[in-house]
């Protein structure tokens, strides 16, 4: 694929769920879990999406996968509406855009070997091989992780996490996808199991030329990840730009201080306005902009006028949901 065609589209991607009171189940309020999120993704690219628990990024990446409806907007892939698709032309396009979880153990099936769990994808999409073939298959499979070939006929709980997630990513190897989206695909792992798995990442999308849509609240993996790096706070994005843009150049006070609190052993980087408050009720969101609840920079405009995204600094990778932008840019935070 021509690295400079969009593998897959998300565009005004919204998405809520109904909450349900009383014996008769009575809608009584909506989470508003997605709304209005786009971007592209390129062949061979990571797009890593940060922010707090419970800022919607993994229902985004469950919505992008078709795992939930969408409320709104549009999910394309190779320039076909997913939202679209149905039955056997889903199955079929959900073999190229694979998912990984959080939890390696419980997103494996106990009653499973690691043999029968590689060869469910094959069973789900009606796609036949032989014995002979199928195992080797498995086995070329927990080679390309780092597992043993004999690993095959042992089950998940034999397993530590590190070699889950290996396990997790085999499977989601199998058939072959080109879009990978990592659900938090560390964030359970020991500190230095975590970079092993990463690295296993990194070298398989330099091999079998992957994209991925990386989701973690880890701003220091995600960066080391990342091409891109989307910050979404209570379902919206708030700024968007490359790794190095938005790290080195963040503008929104809201990244700032996510970046401002990633630990660091320089003396002179302290973090001066740490986020405050708790995130809000993704059932009441703020008016206006809606960070202006936790916002140090806040102004009266900011609860009345909802803060469009926009590029900043002509730079048009660079986009940032924020009044003042550019009067905080050398803020500190
Ligand atoms: Fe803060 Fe206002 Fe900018 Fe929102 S629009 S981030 S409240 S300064």
């Known amino acids: 694929m021509d690295p400079r065609e969009v593998l897959l589209s998300v565009e005004n991607l919204h998405k809520t769920f109904p ?7 009575r809608e009584v309020a909506r989470v508003f879990a997605v709304g209005g999120v786009s971007f592209d993704i390129y062949p061979q690219e990571t797009v890593g999406i940060v922010g707090e628990s419970g800022c919607g990024k993994s229902t985004l990446g469950k919505t992008i996968m078709r795992l939930y409806d969408a409320d709104k907007g549009s999910v394309k892939f190779r320039g076909q509406d997913l939202g679209a698709l149905k039955g056997a032309a889903l199955r079929e396009m ?48 927990l080679n390309t992780v780092g597992l043993h070939h004999r690993s095959a006929n042992r089950y998940p709980h034999e397993f530590s996490g590190g070699q889950c ?15 990978l989206i990592c659900d938090e695909p560390v964030s359970a792992l020991d500190v230095s199991i975590q970079s092993q798995v990463i690295n296993l990442l ?49 503008y929104h006070p809201y990244t700032k201080a996510l970046i401002s609190a990633i630990p660091t052993i ?14 809000p009720s993704p059932m009441q969101p703020p008016s206006g902009c809606r960070f202006h609840t936790r916002c140090p920079f806040a102004e009266k405009r900011c609860s009345a006028e909802k803060p469009e995204l926009r590029v900043i600094d002509g730079d048009s990778q660079h986009v940032v949901a924020c009044h003042f932008a550019e009067k905080l840019a050398g803020a500190s935070s």
């Not at 909450?19 to 189940?25: A, E, Q, S």
């Not at 499973?112 to 590689?118: K, M, N, W, Y």
């Not at 290996?166 to 058939?175: F, S, V």
């Open 202 to 250: 990194l070298r398989l999308q330099d091999e079998l030329k992957l994209s991925y849509i990386f989701i973690a609240h880890d701003l220091t993996v995600v960066r080391h990840v990342s091409d891109r790096v989307i910050v979404m706070y209570l379902g919206e994005v708030v700024e968007y730009s490359t790794s190095e843009a938005l790290y080195d150049s963040p």
């Open 19 to 25: 909450v349900y009171k009383g014996i008769f189940r």
């Open 266 to 279: 320089s003396a002179e980087k302290t973090q001066r306005h740490p986020l405050v408050g708790e995130i």
């Open 94 to 141: 959900r073999r190229h855009i694979q998912m990984i979880f959080q939890d390696p153990l419980n997103s494996l099936n106990a009653r499973f070997t690691v043999s029968d769990v590689i060869k469910e994808p094959f069973d789900i999409h009606g796609m036949r091989a032989s014995r002979a073939e199928m195992k080797e298959r498995i086995q070329e499979l």
């Open 165 to 179: 997630q290996r396990i997790g990513i085999a499977r989601a190897l199998a058939l072959r996808p080109s879009l």
